[in-house]
């Protein structure tokens, strides 16, 4: 494959009244016809600095995962670190579809796959995006094999090649960002990307079926801290496809009471957006106008700031 150009990532200047207001705490007592979308980021939150890991989430499929992990890596680039995603997820390979490695001609292709069976580094199954700043490693269909071979060491395999990788670049990753998109169950595979993380990022669609599997998830993740990585924390809860409503009100107060380390971030639903993986852009290229490109852009900053503002 030629190499083709890279696409720069613009910063985003959203009008003041298209940003969300960010918060400390909820007013539980304020009217309906008053209560407006927030972002809450609790006293117990703690911001992160790079280089970070964060693996994104959720037991139940539909809820925004690939398209959080996606635009947050943009929003990141665009704040000027070097930032790489990891598809973790065999279905479709939806991130790999919607990014597009590119290859170097009469090369070999690696993936996700060949790190977990050794056949490469994690270095050599990363190639660029067409968006600077912005690296993958692909999968498809073939990471099912993790799943029924199990190498040796599979749990912590993730986990030890990203320390390799930072051993061979001189004891820090070359990544100021690596976010992991971990497949819609409790498979092997998305138990290495939460053993490798240093945070999770949950995103929940708004709706009642995804409120009936935040219990399994909560699960999971304690258990993934008591087991195979105790400094796993959970960073955010993003509420995908947000509208107004009393529902999205009480989700958002129960994932505070789940989670209240984390921050709770509102992605307000988006007609266009949900047109970008068609397009083989971010939102934020694809239609920066449109409300969730601003909101996963506050959500970005929040969680980790951009070089200037670090």
Known sequence: ???????????????????????????????????????????????????????????????????TTVELAAAWAAAGHRVRVIDADHQEAALSAWLLPQYPEGSERHSLRSVFFEDCTLAEATYPTLFAG????????????????????????????????????????????TLIDAAPSLGLVTVAALTA????????????????????????????????????????????????????????????????????????RSIRASEAPLSEEPIRLYAPEAAPAGDYDQAAAVLLPGRAAA
């Open 1 to 67: 494959m030629t190499e083709s150009p890279r696409a720069a990532l613009p910063s985003l200047n959203s009008p003041p009244g298209d940003r969300l207001e960010i918060v400390n705490g909820w007013d539980a007592d304020t009217p309906y016809q008053s209560w407006r979308p927030q972002i809450l980021v609790p006293p117990t939150f703690r911001q992160a600095s790079a280089p970070r890991v964060f693996v994104v989430v959720n037991q139940k499929g539909g809820a925004g995962k690939t398209t």
């Open 134 to 177: 912005v690296d993958v490693v692909p999968s498809s269909v073939d990471l099912q094999r993790v799943e029924y071979e199990r190498p040796i060491g599979a749990e912590q395999g993730l986990a030890a090649a990203l320390a390799q990788e930072a051993e061979e670049a001189g004891g820090r990753s070359p990544y100021d960002v």
């Open 197 to 268: 993380a240093d945070e999770a990022l949950v995103p929940i669609k708004v709706g009642g079926l995804d409120m009936k599997a935040m219990a399994s998830l909560h699960k999971t993740l304690r258990s993934v801290q008591r087991k195979t990585n105790p400094k796993l924390s959970v960073g955010a809860v993003l509420l995908t496809a947000w509208d107004k409503s009393t529902f999205a009100r009480q989700l958002a107060t129960k994932v505070s009471e789940d989670y209240p380390e984390a921050a709770v971030v509102p992605i307000r």
